[in-house]
Nanobody, 117 residues
Framework: QVQLVESGGGLVQAGGSLRLSCAAS????????MGWFRQAPGKEHEFVAE????????YHANSVKGRFTISRDNAKNTVYLQMNSLKLEDTAVYYC??????????WGQGTQVSVSS
């Protein structure tokens, strides 16, 4: 089991930036990849970005490519999501997730990101 705690959410104006952090604990040695997902009110759960825990390879959804960057610090067991040029449609609860296999099976509690005009 891997425990995940997100932080860094908040209220920001459109065009601004935020950095989310996700601290992992527990069986972190078993993590294969970590990712960020989000869910806006009335919308489906959406993949945002992921990073290979050992490889460091990254993948970003088209909706955030060029604006968001996922990264990880293995020494701190932490993954980050740098969000720049935020848009109103980025408003959502952002969740951190860890996969010990091919599927994400450990989830954080979520952190609210609100973008205002």
């Amino acid at each position: 089991q891997v425990q995940l705690v997100e932080s860094g959410g908040g209220l920001v104006q459109a065009g601004g930036s935020l950095r989310l952090s996700c601290a992992a604990s527990g069986r972190t040695f078993s993590v294969y990849k970590m990712g960020w997902f989000r869910q806006a009110p009335g919308k489906e759960h959406e993949f945002v970005a992921e990073v290979g825990w050992r490889s460091g390879s990254t993948y970003h959804a088209n909706s955030v490519k060029g604006r968001f960057t996922i990264s990880r610090d293995n020494a701190k067991n932490t993954v980050y999501l740098q969000m720049n040029s935020l848009k109103l449609e980025d408003t959502a609860v952002y969740y951190c997730a860890a996969a010990v296999s091919s599927q994400y099976d450990n989830w954080g509690q979520g952190t609210q990101v609100s973008v205002s005009s």
